[in-house]
Each structure stands twice: as structure tokens, then as C-alpha cells.
């Protein structure tokens, strides 16, 4: 009966507790005020608030959930201030001396990031179709690809779909010429939005950029199972039809590139550009970086107390 009543009054206590931070928390609460204690660490609840801005606004959730997720942080907070707290105990000087400048390294390395995600707001950049070509042409032996790839138009249509035979039509008339042309890639994608069609044109997003190449291994997963690989893959300038119980699968292939073998710049145009962006992203950051340094030597901010052995 006493252990009963025991767990009675601890229920209501802790009750009372969640109704008073409730109510408090809706009222507004002190940003000071301590909400857990291991040692002589406290949390505040200033600290909960900066992770969950939502709990500083009035009405932004039931009142019960602001306090489940106040004591839910609390909690995790306290183990995780126990277990350090062991740590420190139970490790010898040494090693607490090596953690403490690890978590220093990390530290400067986390400002170091920050800073320059923000030098990279005034990031600009401009690549020259010169610049593309150069790097393709001093970078062949990196292009060059490690499997059979090719250039192709895929479409899926179902079976029941009024569409079929216009586009069946429209792909056996089909050329390079005519994909090429201003504007057909865009008004072909968005034809099949409208008609729930799946289109692969050329392997692009949306049908829109220059071809990009894809894997053959790719495209098998895109075929019905029992297509074989051999069956379509030399087929180039040529429409093919195939078919299962759901869909018809129409391919039109502008090119193959077998493994080994150097494919066309604007197959890999995408890739360089993003390639010297990354570049010319590095080189900027480091100007950056020397002009702080610089700053801070002009400043006499900087001391080096090694004797130079040149």
C-alpha cells in the first residue's frame, strides 16, 4: 500500500510539474529559467528554444506537446551530461588532454566551414564554351568511358493509351535534325506530362539539354525483361517496338559508345562545366582566404616564432 501511494504522489508531482510548464510556457518563460540540473551543468530553457524555435511561439502546438518534447530534450540532455561527466572521471590526463584538443580541431573546422559557405554568397561564375573545349581536350584519357553507353529517345506508353500510334508514328520519322530543333524537346516532354507517357529523351531531365549518354545496363532496366541486350543495342538510327502485358516501349538510338572509347564533348559538356566550376570555386576561396590572412598581418595580429633554416 506504501509503494502504491509512493507512485501516486510522484505521478501528481509530476503532473503538477507539466501543468505548471504549460501554463508557463504559454504565458511566456523566462528564457533564464533552469528546466534540468546533473551536477553543476544546468539546461536553460533559452538553449531548448534555439532548437526548437517553435516553442517560442503562442498557439504553435497543443500545450501538452510543447511539454513532451521539453522533457524529452531534458532527458537526453541529462544522459548525456551523466555519461560525459563519467567519462571525464574515469579517463586518465592524457586522454582527457587529447579529447579536449580534438573537439578544438572540430570546432575550428566547423567556423572554418561556415565561413566559407558564406565567402561563397559572392561566388560568381562564367565558363566559355573555349574553356570547355580545352578541358575536353586535355583531359581525353579521363572521358573515356568504362562502359557501353548510348544516346537514345525511350518512351513508355500503355496499352490502352489513344496516343500510341501517333507516337509510333512520329518516332519511326524521327532524326537528330528534328530532335535538335528550338523548342522540340520541350513541347515533346511536356506532351508526355500531359499524357502520362514516360520519356527518357536523350537521357535528360525534361528533355531539354543536349543528349546525355546512358549506361546500356541502364537502359535494360527500362526494357521488358525479356528483351535481350543484343537485340536493340546496334540498332542505331533505327526505330525499335517492344511490348509487354502493361506497355508498349518505342527506342529510337542517335548513337552507341562502346567501353573504352573517347564520347563526344556534348555528351560530357555537363560534366566539364561542372568540373571547372569546381575548380574556379577552389581558386576563388583561396584568394579569399590569403586576403584574411594578409588582413590580419597587416593588423600584427600574426607572429611566427620559428627561426626560417633556408
Known amino acids: 500500500m506504501g509503494l502504491r501511494c509512493l ?33 553543476d551543468e544546468h539546461l536553460l530553457f533559452s538553449e531548448v528554444q534555439e532548437r526548437f524555435p517553435f516553442l517560442e511561439k ?8 510543447a511539454s513532451e518534447v521539453l522533457r524529452l530534450y531534458a532527458l537526453r540532455w541529462a544522459r548525456r551530461q551523466v555519461l560525459s561527466s563519467h567519462a571525464e572521471k574515469i579517463l586518465d590526463k592524457s586522454r582527457r588532454a587529447e579529447i579536449v584538443q580534438k573537439a578544438k580541431e572540430h570546432a575550428e573546422m566547423l567556423w572554418i566551414y561556415e565561413l566559407e559557405k558564406d565567402l561563397l554568397n559572392d561566388f560568381q561564375v562564367s565558363i566559355t564554351q573555349k574553356e570547355i573545349s580545352d578541358y575536353y581536350q ?24 489513344k496516343e500510341r500510334n501517333r507516337i509510333r508514328r512520329w518516332m519511326r520519322k524521327l532524326s537528330p535534325a528534328d530532335w535538335n530543333k528550338e523548342g522540340s524537346r520541350r513541347d515533346f516532354s511536356e506532351y508526355c ?16 539539354k543536349p543528349g546525355l549518354p546512358r549506361f546500356v545496363h541502364d537502359v535494360v532496366r527500362l526494357l521488358p525483361s525479356h528483351v535481350s541486350v543484343d537485340s536493340w543495342k546496334e540498332k542505331k538510327g ?9 506497355n508498349f516501349h518505342f527506342l529510337y538510338i542517335f548513337e552507341r559508345l562502346e567501353a573504352g572509347r573517347l564520347p563526344p564533348l556534348y555528351w560530357v559538356q555537363e560534366k566539364i562545366t561542372k568540373e571547372i566550376e569546381g575548380k574556379k570555386r577552389q581558386i576563388y576561396l583561396e584568394a579569399r582566404r590569403e586576403e584574411i590572412w594578409r588582413d590580419m598581418e597587416k593588423k600584427k595580429e600574426i607572429e611566427l616564432f620559428l627561426e626560417s633554416h633556408n
Not at 58 to 65: A, H, I, L, R, V
Not at 139 to 148: G, S
Not at 193 to 208: N, V
Request: charged letters at 30%; hydrophobic letters at 35%; aromatic letters at 12%.
Open 193 to 208: 506530362a500531359q499524357k502520362e507517357i514516360i520519356c527518357h529523351a536523350c537521357l535528360t531531365s525534361e528533355c531539354l
Open 58 to 65: 503562442e498557439g504553435s502546438g497543443s500545450s501538452s506537446d
Open 238 to 246: 533505327k526505330f525499335l517496338e517492344f511490348e509487354d502485358k502493361n
Open 138 to 161: 586535355e583531359n581525353k584519357t579521363d572521358l573515356v568511358t568504362k562502359q557501353d553507353m548510348v544516346e537514345l529517345v525511350y518512351l513508355r506508353v500503355p496499352r490502352d493509351s
Open 7 to 39: 507512485y501516486i504522489f510522484v505521478f501528481c508531482a509530476w503532473l503538477g510539474w507539466g501543468c505548471e510548464l504549460r501554463k508557463s510556457f504559454f504565458s511566456g518563460v523566462d528564457s533564464s529559467e533552469k528546466i534540468a540540473r546533473v551536477g
